[in-house]
């Protein structure tokens, strides 16, 4: 796959959390559903994966996204999704978005993708503290360009809403994500629900003010990454 050397890309790297204490059904479950999940997200943003989801140790994840300002979201949806389809087990994931170029990408399958996305996503993932549950990794030369504390704060604070959320409320912010009305929800819901139990649900994921911090992050489009 071709990249545009002058240009920045988006690379999010995602570990599961407490993974090792699911029993080998319930990992098995877990590799399956981050398939799931990634042929979600792809579903629902077309366009924005490049070149798919991999996956790796079974229980992380990497993947590049053609427009950083729909970063945030992207990795918002794939948590949620991710958490709803665990139900009881209560999985989640933490995740590091990193904004860079990119170098190039792998021929086939023989994998070697690399780049300044890259480079900076896998070590913000394992610099982030142990309460920490989503980061953000800029280059140098673009953070002047930006108020990179808020844009930090921003994601920290939608990191830990996330971690909160139950499967139910993880459910209900996975439809807003998909711009489903509570209506359209209701048709994703496991079992038979009420539009005010969705509006609940949404209101105790915050997801109030989820979409206004996506909306700001996104804000930073056109002339922040380009």
Do not use: C
Not at 40 to 60: C, H, K, M, W
Not at 64 to 87: H, Q
Not at 109 to 133: C, H, I, N, V, Y
């Amino acid at each position: 796959m071709d990249v545009e050397k002058d240009r920045y890309y988006a690379a999010l790297t995602g570990d599961t959390i407490k993974s090792t204490k699911l029993d080998a059904a319930a990992r098995s479950r877990l590799h399956d559903v981050i398939l799931q999940t990634g042929e979600e997200l792809q579903s629902a943003f077309p366009g924005l994966v490049l070149d798919g989801i991999n996956i790796f140790r079974g229980d992380s994840v990497q993947f590049l996204l053609s427009d950083p300002a729909k970063s945030l979201r992207a990795a918002i949806f794939f948590r949620a999704a991710l958490k709803a389809a665990m139900g009881e087990l209560k999985s989640d994931m933490r995740m590091a978005i990193g904004v860079g170029t990119i170098d190039f990408m792998p021929v086939a399958a023989k994998g070697g993708a690399d780049g300044e996305a890259f480079r900076l996503s896998g070590p913000a993932l394992d610099a982030m503290g142990s309460k920490q549950t989503l980061g953000l990794a800029l280059p140098l030369d673009l953070a002047p360009q930006q108020n990179l504390e808020a844009l930090n704060t921003t994601v920290v604070l939608v990191g830990a809403l996330a971690e909160r959320w139950t499967q139910k409320q993880a459910l209900a912010i996975k439809g807003a994500l998909l711009g489903y009305t509570q209506e359209e929800t209701r048709k994703i819901w496991p079992t038979s629900v009420s539009r005010q139990a969705i509006g609940k649900s949404l209101d105790g994921a915050g997801w109030f003010a989820v979409e206004r911090a996506l909306l700001f992050f996104e804000k930073i489009e056109p002339d922040g990454f380009h």
